[in-house]
T-cell receptor, first 114, second 115 residues
Framework: KAGVTQTPRYLIKTRGQQVTLSCSPI?????VSWYQQTPGQGLQFLFE???????NKGNFPGRFSGRQFSNSRSEMNVSTLELGDSALYLC?????????????FGPGTRLLVL | DQQVKQNSPSLSVQEGRISILNCDYT??????FLWYKKYPAEGPTFLIS?????DKNEDGRFTVFLNKSAKHLSLHIVPSQPGDSAVYFC??????????????FGQGTILTVHP
């Protein structure tokens, strides 16, 4: 069974640009969550999508947004990039909606903002 | 407010010995706990989990213990192997509602297993 895939793996952008990252969950998984990992803040929850609906959102500014498609694939977008947005962005998928099944992570997208 | 804490930034262990990684939490609503292993520039890999209705879960060399009254969990690796060297994250999730799809992570513990 294929794992969670994320594209691209590496990205370099400049301040003020916008970026879109993609995540394909494990087949059959309908919940997709996004996290930001930085050395100073660790792993921080961004948002979660289930059946194309955002059900939960972390404490990030509105420049961070996302969406989920009918095939459960998800994208996240960051507009007006800032230097502090440089991070490893991880997505994770899990099987069902409300139960506490384990989340499985993709390899991440490393974003560098110059 | 750090709701999940791993107070030991690093741990060094000899091959074949036991590694014990600790995690404390403050939110009594957490009802599911997980341990992940992470290598640099890779996503976390799931190791083992435990529901709050249990106090122990075992999977091969990995055992997780949960002490709800102390809001403390630990991961035991026996015997430790050099390939276990990585960063270990403790994570927790709550029951439904605003916790949908959200894991709260500790800051991680770097485990080094020496041959």
């Amino acid at each position: 069974k294929a794992g969670v895939t994320q594209t691209p793996r590496y990205l370099i952008k400049t301040r003020g640009q916008q970026v879109t990252l993609s995540c394909s969950p494990i087949s059959g998984h309908r919940s997709v969550s996004w996290y930001q990992q930085t050395p100073g803040q660790g792993l921080q929850f961004l948002f979660e999508y289930f059946s194309e609906t955002q059900r939960n959102k972390g404490n990030f500014p509105g420049r961070f947004s996302g969406r989920q498609f009918s095939n459960s694939r998800s994208e996240m977008n960051v507009s007006t990039l800032e230097l502090g947005d440089s991070a490893l962005y991880l997505c994770a998928s899990k099987r069902a909606g409300d139960s506490q099944e384990t989340q499985y992570f993709g390899p991440g997208t490393r974003l560098l903002v110059l | 407010d750090q709701q999940v804490k791993q107070n030991s930034p690093s741990l060094s262990v000899q091959e074949g010995r036991i590694s014990i990684l600790n995690c404390d939490y403050t939110n009594s609503m957490f009802d599911y706990f997980l341990w992940y292993k992470k290598y640099p520039a890779e996503g976390p890999t799931f190791l083992i989990s435990i529901s709050s209705i249990k106090d122990k879960n075992e999977d091969g060399r990995f055992t997780v213990f949960l002490n709800k009254s102390a809001k403390h969990l630990s991961l035991h690796i026996v015997p430790s192997q050099p390939g276990d060297s990585a960063v270990y994250f403790c994570a927790a999730s709550g029951a439904g509602g605003t916790s949908y799809g959200k894991l709260t992570f500790g800051q991680g513990t770097i485990l080094t297993v020496h041959p």
